[in-house]
């Protein structure tokens, strides 16, 4: 056991902090950099990918039960550099480079013990209140939920392994495999990743829909063997018939269009956080025996990712659109009602304030 923490050089004392404190309310505010505590790590923050959930706390102050009621740092996509750990910590050397699961669950209740940590109801993820994000200079972590990255993957792409691990948790719970036919359905970053995973898994067809011709483009440059603009063009006149839906979009009418495309025995995938209730077509899905589930985040989902996104079968990359400073992440959470080809805003807490 180590008593003290293990620092890398010199740190501050402070750190910048982009703070939530209602609709609308973004600041920029200084804080002591936090000391990390048994068997954890202090990261500094190099780069973290926005999320539709972090311009739905900034633009509605809640999401379901979950309710900014205090002041809340956003982001939970980040990647990192160990720069010190605490008492007990061994996993980690201060200058690894690291991509942060960022969700650290009990560890004991029955959903941890059965492996479905991701389920568990006393789960600490970041940006999701009262629990603090990465949108600043350093977090704290378990240091386990701190996974080491390649020199293969830059700083952005190992941000973009927790949307990633979305995809691959989806395609996983849809059970893709070698030959599979997969409907995607939006073409958000989750969509693309989702889109990816599912050629890497086997599929020999993955169409994408979506109503946005740039993101189309996208999925087609990634690997997508079709595209349906259904803006322009009936999904159901296509006669695809998927095995798998991995339903990205969080549309009601999209969902249930594209479920009544399945086929037989075909598996239904609800990745996209829309409403808080669907209507289903359920004579479509019980004449069919379609199996229908949600999915909640991910387990153990970064390995895989790290491997597939190093070997290049996912390109995060090509998802990053627009990069933004610590204090321009009011910018990076509304620039999607500006421009149209954004797909993954970046966040880069080092970066120099701008302007």
């Known amino acids: 056991m180590r ?8 740190l501050p004392s402070t750190m910048r902090v982009s703070v939530l404190r209602g609709v609308h309310d973004l600041v920029l505010e ?10 954890e790590a202090l990261i500094r923050v190099t780069a973290v990918g926005t999320c539709g959930s972090d311009v739905h706390y900034y633009e509605h102050g809640r999401i379901g039960d979950f309710v900014v009621e205090q002041p809340l740092v956003l982001g939970h996509e980040p990647a990192g550099v160990v720069v010190a750990t605490g008492a007990g910590a061994t996993l980690h050397e201060p200058g690894t480079r690291v991509a942060l699961e960022p969700g650290v669950p009990c560890s004991t209740c029955s959903q941890c013990r059965l492996g479905r940590y991701n389920l568990c109801p006393r789960m600490r993820f970041f940006g999701t209140p009262p629990v603090d994000g990465a949108f600043c200079e350093y977090v704290v972590l378990r240091e386990d939920f701190a996974h080491p990255i390649p020199d293969a993957l830059g700083d952005e792409e190992g941000a973009l392994l927790e949307p990633l691990s979305v995809g691959v948790w989806a395609c996983g719970k849809a059970r893709v495999r070698p030959g599979s036919r997969v409907l995607v359905t939006g073409a958000g970053p989750i969509g693309l990743v989702a889109a990816q995973c599912a050629r890497a898994f086997g599929a020999s067809e993955v169409v994408v829909t979506d109503v946005n011709a740039d993101r189309l483009a996208v999925a087609t440059e990634i690997g997508a063997t079709d595209v349906v603009d259904v803006s322009a063009r009936d999904l159901a006149g296509t006669g695809y018939e998927p095995d798998v839906l991995l339903e990205c979009s969080g549309v009601a009418a999209a969902t249930g269009d594209a479920i009544r495309q399945v086929a037989r025995a075909g598996r239904v995938v609800l990745v996209g956080m829309g409403g808080d209730e669907l209507t289903l077509p359920l004579s479509h899905v019980q004449g069919r025996e379609l199996e229908v589930t949600g999915t909640f985040r991910y387990a153990s989902t970064w390995p895989a990712a790290i491997d597939l996104a190093a070997s290049g079968a996912v390109d995060l990359g090509r998802l990053v659109t627009h990069r933004f400073a610590l204090d321009e992440v009011e910018q990076a959470l509304t620039v999607a009602a500006r421009d149209s080809t954004v ?12 302007g």
Do not use: F, H, N, Y
């Open 30 to 39: 200084e804080r002591p950099v936090p000391v990390p505590g048994p068997r």
């Open 3 to 10: 008593p003290t923490p293990r620092p890398a050089g010199d």
């Open 343 to 354: 797909i993954k805003p970046v966040v880069l807490p080092q970066e120099s304030r701008r």
